[in-house]
């Protein structure tokens, strides 16, 4: 067991540098990294408007006055 154990190590070993000595000299291409997705617009309710908050506030405040901004 201990032998088949050494063979393994040294097979992945030598796989290792063998892939490591092809990157280096650029024959494979290296992977490049997956560009990231462009975040999806994030649509804003009128809850989270400031303008629209304060609108609702003067108008709560002050119900009388017409609509004047």
Known sequence: MLKFLLVVILVAVAVYLT???IQRRGIAPTPKPRPRRAQPPRFIGPDDDPDFLR???RKRKHPEDPDSP
Request: charged share 50%; glycine share 0%; hydrophobic share 35%.
């Open 19 to 21: 892939t490591r000595a």
């Open 55 to 57: 609108d609702l506030d």
